[in-house]
């Protein structure tokens, strides 16, 4: 409970509720959770989950080419990293805000560094502060952001393919194929005709040995090449204008903020949401008799506006989370 809520040991309140069985009843769990998740401990406890979820701990190791983005520094990763983090905290804790709502607000926590990079006035000369984008800006939410976008890009490029993929794999639990063995799998470089990457995705995707897999990540991907590797706006690429448009499992949009809105209303969201938060409050993956309860752990999500506190405390209040060593140890005899 503690590790899952504050992310460190318990404190010496929940340690004798423990000892004096005060967990085993539902009431009893049901206080001291509430306790917990009342405390600010919990929003350390939260960041850590969405560093998880999210893969923001990559961020630790960003690198790109300092010649051609003079933008960049050690210090980007880290820059970004709290961005995102200061952004779901507020989301969380501060306006008890609906989680889609992530994919396309456009409120959000920088320092001049990252203002620079987003073409915005720095909201403060020195540190983070509160800063809301502009009502006609092409960026919002997770994926307007440098952690997602320059997290998921090459050193030197955008990637059409690596954003995709983490849409995909990250933000809606969806499986990639693995790529056949001795397929090449790099997207061709610029000639010809192909001159933007979604030409050059075209020509890529002509290979059927390649289709199956970039089918379901290049085209999610496209919708970002407005952003270069660090998260830059650009209209073009090689020249051309960059076409932004596409459709998200039958939805369509044109260009990042529809992509964002698309995310947002995709089933998988919210489903993934609950899935990656049952198995980091448990530590292990769920059994199959277990599915049933992240299923009605989805519909108390729904039915709590998609807000994330109530969501913790029905993973906490569930099966699921209380059974959790037993069913671990009953899976092993």
């Not at 006609?136 to 952690?147: E, F, I, T």
């Not at 061709?188 to 059927?208: I, K, M, W, Y």
């Not at 290049?218 to 270069?228: K, R, S, V, W, Y």
């Amino acid at each position: 409970l503690s590790f899952f809520l504050w992310n460190t040991t318990p404190d010496h309140e929940l340690l004798s509720a423990g000892e004096s069985g005060e967990l085993d009843t539902r009431e009893g769990l049901f206080a001291h959770a509430s306790r917990l998740v009342e405390s600010d401990r919990t929003r350390k406890g939260v960041r850590n989950f969405f560093t998880e979820f999210l893969h923001l701990y990559e961020l630790d190791h960003l690198s790109k080419d300092p010649t051609i983005f003079e933008q960049f520094n050690e210090e980007l990763g880290k820059d970004a990293m709290e961005e995102t983090l200061s952004l779901i905290e507020y989301l969380v804790f501060d306006l008890e805000a609906d989680y889609r709502e992530l994919m396309t607000t456009r409120e959000t926590f920088i320092n001049p560094r990252l203002a620079a990079i987003y073409n915005i006035p720095a909201p403060s000369p020195e540190g983070f502060a509160y800063a809301q984008l502009p009502d006609d800006a092409a960026r919002s939410g997770l994926l307007g952001q440098v952690s997602f976008l320059a997290g998921h890009s090459h050193q030197v490029s955008s990637s059409a393919t690596l954003r995709g993929k983490a849409v995909r794999t990250i933000l809606l639990c969806q499986s990639i194929p693995a790529p056949p063995v001795d397929v090449d799998t790099s997207i061709p470089e610029p000639s010809g005709n192909a001159l933007t990457l979604r030409d050059r995705v075209a020509e890529h995707l002509e290979n059927p040995a390649c289709s199956a897999c970039h089918l379901m990540t290049d085209p999610i991907g496209l919708a970002l090449e407005n952003f270069d590797s660090i998260g830059r706006w650009r209209d073009r690429d090689n020249g051309k204008l960059i076409d932004a448009s596409g459709d998200l499992d039958g939805a369509e949009y044109d260009g990042p903020i529809g992509l964002g809105e698309a995310l947002s209303e995709h089933p998988n969201l919210t489903s993934c949401l609950v899935q990656r938060m049952s198995r980091y409050a448990m530590g292990r993956l769920e059994n199959i008799q277990e599915r049933s309860i992240l299923s009605s752990l989805e519909e108390r999500f729904e039915m709590h506006g998609y807000r994330v506190q109530p969501l913790m405390m029905e993973v906490i209040m569930s099966p699921i989370f209380r059974n959790a060593g037993k069913l671990v140890e009953e899976a092993s005899e």
